[in-house]
């Protein structure tokens, strides 16, 4: 029997871009992934659709998979003959227990390999605009776990090694430990006025700072009730963040937006918005099967005068249709239209010049190309199906957490087709629209958007309507805090 391989791969500190990319790739090859609640779960898009995701998560006091189970799990799907991802926050070999699954996939004569990632001990100063070392600030830098296996979970540290030796010191997960850990600092000769900063989310846009010195930190994170995942960073480096300072300077920075999906795949508008620092939940995810060409309307293509295509895939489907059944790509005398700017411009790369149209009524006499949520929308003279459109089950656990972890401040629509799929992905999650919408700023591109938002009941009082996806990009740095709380 053919034994598999596993793969323990650092997925890094929670931005997306931050995969190495021998670790994107072997998401890619990956026929089962066992991952950690710190993985971002965008990174689970680039797998394979038929690939198992496994979720080993665990939230302090609350383990969802005990190690022994995972290390189990790893050594029977291998042995399945399977490619095997196991997916860990940061990089495995930084408090990952990476040595423990390997000891054991080798007792078991299982073949692997380990890929380092980023760890969140240096990528989350960084991104807090903060470097670990410094030739005028310090020279030593120290990565420590925050909670061990001892008896009362305070760690068990060479205290006075630390406060007397170490300039910058990061210490994981230390929320709950705080107060010991900066009385033991202090008590070994570490100065009361050291300056520390708490890094919450490191690295995406819902990252959260709270600075302070040993004396004030523990209270002041009381006081705010700051939670982990953090990384707790001490030492005189933590004062050069006022000058170079950079990733909370983008426009979107702090922004926690659901963004109406309608592609499989991550759209450009979801990857900007990111760019420009936002967290972005693309909902729901999709996954396409396709179907049977329409060879009746293959054999009449030269007859349609328009012909409209509602999704990236159906363009693909449509010309891989065409070079199959050798038809003459000079033989469609249609003028062509996507349903997005996006459409249009994938099919002007194409060499056609085509044109955006956000109406499906216009092509009653037409034919419209696209999945299968658009045969019962519009009476056109002719609808090529090209594929069905499923929702993916194996992301609803992921979007329930995401729901409850990150605080959501604005919902995007791009398009009026993004909102029949955001209620469908609802639906079957089993949660109301309102679940997700209530008291939250809602913004959509494009009149027809606005009209399937009434349609549900929204009222255009609590709507802003924009014209193009520039536009929306334009707008939403400009929502400022005030906005938002007279909105929410």
Same mark, same amino acid.
């Given at each position: 029997?053919?034994?598999? #391989? ?20 072997? =998401? ?13 779960? #965008? ?9 198992? %995701? $496994?979720?080993?998560? !665990? ?14 799990? %790893? ?64 020279? @030593?830098?120290?990565? =420590? ?8 979970? #305070? ?10 030796? /170490? ?10 430990? %705080? ?7 202090? !008590? ?82 979801? !990857? ?12 729901? !995810? ?10 009746? /309307? ?6 349609? *005068?328009?012909?409209?295509?509602? @999704? ?16 003459? =790509?000079?033989? =469609?005398?249609?003028? %062509? ?34 999945? @299968?949520?658009? *045969? ?12 069905? #459109? ?20 604005? $919902? ?10 955001? $209620? ?42 924009? @014209? ?21």
């Amino acid at each position: 029997m053919k034994i598999g #391989k596993v793969y323990l791969v650092g997925a890094g500190p929670g931005d997306v871009q931050l995969i190495t990319v021998k670790g994107a790739e072997l =998401i890619q090859q990956a026929e089962v992934i066992l991952y950690d609640r710190l993985v971002n779960p #965008k990174l689970l898009e680039l797998a394979n659709p038929n690939c198992e %995701l $496994v979720y080993c998560g !665990k939230l302090p006091n609350r383990h969802t998979m005990r190690q022994e189970t995972i290390n189990s799990q %790893l050594v029977a799907k291998a042995k399945e003959g399977k490619i095997v991802v196991r997916l860990k926050g940061g990089d495995p070999g930084v408090f990952g227990r990476v040595g423990e699954e390997a000891e054991e996939l080798a007792r078991h004569g299982i073949p692997f390999e380990i890929v380092p990632g980023v760890t969140s001990g240096i990528a989350a100063p960084l991104y807090a605009g903060i470097p670990v070392t410094h030739r005028q600030y310090g020279e @030593s830098f120290a990565l =420590i776990t925050a909670h061990d296996q001892s008896k009362d979970g #305070k760690p068990l540290l060479n205290w006075a090694a630390l406060a007397k030796g /170490i300039d910058t010191i990061a210490f994981y997960m230390g929320v709950s430990n %705080l107060l010991f850990i900066c009385e033991n600092l202090m !008590k070994h000769g570490k100065s009361p006025n050291t300056p520390v900063i708490l890094i919450q989310w490191g690295t995406m846009g819902r990252q959260k700072t709270l600075e302070g010195t040993l004396a004030t930190i523990a209270n002041q994170a009381k006081a705010v009730q700051f939670s982990n995942p953090v990384i707790t960073l001490v030492g005189e480096l933590v004062s050069i963040r006022k000058k170079i300072s950079w990733f909370e300077k983008k426009p979107l920075f702090g922004r926690q937006i659901l963004l109406a999906r309608t592609d499989c795949n991550e759209s450009a508008l979801a !990857k900007e918005l990111m760019k420009q620092g936002a967290d972005v939940i693309e909902f729901p !995810k999709w996954k396409t099967v396709q179907t049977k060409e329409n060879e009746e /309307i293959l054999n009449k293509i030269e007859t349609y *005068e328009k012909i409209l295509f509602t @999704s990236s895939e159906s363009i693909d489907y449509f010309f891989e249709a065409l070079l199959k059944h050798k038809i003459d =790509i000079r033989k =469609i005398q249609a003028k %062509l239209f996507g349903y997005s700017d996006k459409l249009t411009k994938k099919l002007n790369e194409r060499g056609f010049m085509a044109t955006t149209s956000k109406s499906l009524h216009r092509f009653a006499d037409g034919l419209i190309v696209g999945d @299968s949520s658009f *045969e019962t929308q519009v009476a056109a003279s002719g609808v090529w199906v090209t594929h069905e #459109k499923q929702m993916d089950v194996q992301f609803i656990p992921m979007f329930f957490r995401m729901f409850e972890e990150v605080r959501l401040d604005t $919902v995007v629509f791009p398009n009026a087709v993004s909102v029949l799929a955001f $209620v469908h992905g609802l639906n079957e999650m089993n949660r109301k629209l309102e679940y997700i919408l209530k008291r939250l700023p809602i913004v959509c591109v494009g009149n027809e958007t606005k009209v399937q938002l009434e349609h549900l009941g929204f009222s255009s009082s609590n709507l802003t309507v924009l @014209s193009t996806e520039d536009d929306l990009l334009n707008y939403l740095p400009h929502m400022n805090n005030m906005e938002f709380a007279q909105m929410i």
